[in-house]
């Protein structure tokens, strides 16, 4: 059992993005955003650490944040905030598409 040590960070990410968005700009729903996305990463994380093939939660997680944040880099051509979670987002989801297709190792 190893620790999903880029998943943690990712978590870690989304989750200071939000806070940063409300400290800076006073956006309570970029702040309400970032938490919950980013506890729901922490627990996909935490969950792909107990067992390497439960990645439906930073599934979900992952690509939500491809998709709605895609849009807005793609709206806005900012790359800060939508960009950088976007591009992380796509790794994210590359990396737990991986994990699924690997075959299972044996104790």
Do not use: C
């Not at 938490?35 to 729901?40: E, I, K, Q, T, V």
């Not at 990645?55 to 880099?73: D, K």
Request: glycine share 16%.
């Amino acid at each position: 059992m190893s620790v999903e040590w880029i998943g943690y960070g990712y978590a870690a990410l989304v989750a200071s993005g939000g806070i940063i968005g409300y400290v800076k700009a006073g956006s309570v729903p970029s702040l309400a955003a970032g938490l919950l996305f980013g506890s729901l990463a922490g627990l996909g994380a935490y969950q792909m650490s107990q067992d390497p093939k439960n990645v439906w939660i930073s599934l979900v997680a992952s690509g939500t944040l491809t998709g709605v944040m895609g849009m807005r880099f793609f709206n806005t051509g900012k790359f800060m905030p939508a960009g950088l979670i976007a591009g992380a987002s796509v790794l994210m989801l590359g990396r737990i598409g991986v994990k699924m297709l690997q075959k299972p190792h044996q104790p």
